[in-house]
């Protein structure tokens, strides 16, 4: 399994923009890269997948360098109802995702 | 939300006796997962399944077992439940998986099952 390493948890204003960077060295070839948000007392919801380079949707940028031993997932102007835990994913296949501990964001009024 | 439905969504039972706890689709997505939630351990794989009748083992399967004899139920037993299986258990499903053929591999969550034993 392809191991993570996140900031333990991250203060944030709310209307500010947040970056949350995940290093994963020993990501393979053919791993991707996704982040999934949860909330207290509900299952992980995916936020944003991606291989290289930038990917951005309607809620979140990821942004994957040349190297791919590290990735930033980006949220633009946070607000209170951003507050969760978000966990950096690094894998392929059905059984060779690993969580880990995420990162605990709160937003700050 | 994707249809995913868990039950019981909580349980309180004793050391020893046997539980299984069912995930519902309607989705008719290929893939479903187990996965316990623990405090300091985030989110681990049970087992999961990629079609009626096939299924593997994932990163903490030791005394849990599992079943799908319909695309859209896959069932979680614990034979003899032990008090180190308390933990909240989340089912999810896929449609596809990162890296075959498609790179989509979004994982929808179910609500959770609270599971205490005493």
């Known amino acids: 399994l392809a191991k993570t390493t996140q900031p333990i948890s991250m203060d944030s204003y709310e209307g500010q923009e947040v970056n949350i960077t995940c290093s994963h060295n020993n990501i393979a070839t053919n791993d991707y890269i996704t982040w999934y948000q949860q909330f207290p007392s509900q299952g992980p919801r995916f936020i944003i997948q991606?291989?290289?380079t930038k990917v951005t949707n309607e809620v979140a940028s990821l942004f994957i360098p040349a190297d791919r031993k590290s990735s930033t997932l980006s949220l633009p102007r946070v607000s209170l109802s951003d507050t969760a835990v978000y966990y950096c994913l690094v894998g392929t296949g059905a059984n060779n995702l690993f969580f880990g501990t995420g990162t605990r964001l709160t937003v700050i009024p | 939300d994707a249809g995913i439905t868990q039950s019981p969504r909580h349980k309180v039972t004793e050391t020893g006796t046997p539980v299984t706890l069912r995930c519902h689709q309607t989705?008719?997505?290929?893939?479903m997962y187990w996965y316990r939630q623990d405090p300091g351990h985030g989110l681990r794989l049970i087992h999961y399944s990629y079609g009626v009748k096939d299924t593997d083992k994932g990163e903490v399967s030791d005394g849990y077992s599992v079943s799908r004899s319909k695309t859209e139920d896959f069932l979680l037993t614990l034979e003899s439940a032990t008090s180190s299986q308390t933990s909240v258990y989340f089912c999810?499903?896929?449609?596809?998986?990162?890296?075959?053929?498609?790179?989509?591999?979004?994982?929808?969550f179910g609500p959770g099952t609270r599971l205490t034993v005493l």
């Open positions: 989705e008719n997505h290929r893939y």
């Open positions: 991606g291989y290289k």
């Open positions: 999810a499903i896929s449609e596809s998986v990162a890296g075959a053929r498609s790179s989509y591999n979004e994982q929808f």
